[in-house]
């Protein structure tokens, strides 16, 4: 092989990309390689995001109320499954420590759209500095 001339071989791509992500990984360089980034990546987390309001949400596109790109809020699955059936759409799920992305069972209830706005009206009234969960 003549000098100067390089072929780039899919086995050099290849260590290219790995180097690439040890890289990536130890903070020499910032940008993220296309390889570890986005839904075809094999170990990609299985579906699991988060939405833009701090909920866990779950691709599961076949789920009747799933949104527009077939996301559905963790904590509704949770509760689904938890009580058996669909939740209808007027009931809520609840997180009683305030923290959308604690989706333990204990930290859920099931809840009215009614009941739900009730809970959160108290906890406004409570708060002094006008903080509510
Ligand atoms: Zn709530």
Not at 51 to 61: A, C, N, T, V, W
Not at 111 to 129: A, S
């Amino acid at each position: 092989m003549p000098r100067g001339i390089y072929k780039k071989t899919k086995e050099h791509l290849q260590k290219i990309s790995i180097t690439r992500k040890r890289m990536f990984k130890e903070g020499k360089i910032k940008i993220r390689p296309k390889e570890i980034h986005g839904e075809k990546n094999p170990r990609w987390n299985g579906g699991k995001s988060k939405h833009q309001k701090g909920y866990i949400m779950i691709l599961k596109p076949t789920h009747p109320q799933a949104q527009s790109k077939g996301y559905v809020p963790e904590h509704r699955l949770i509760m689904e499954k938890h009580v058996g059936r669909l939740l209808k759409k007027n009931e809520v799920v609840h997180h009683i420590n305030g923290d959308v992305t604690d989706n333990r069972l204990e930290n859920l209830r099931l809840l009215t759209m009614r009941e739900h706005m009730k809970i959160h009206d108290k906890r406004r009234k409570r708060d002094v500095k006008g903080r509510f969960a």
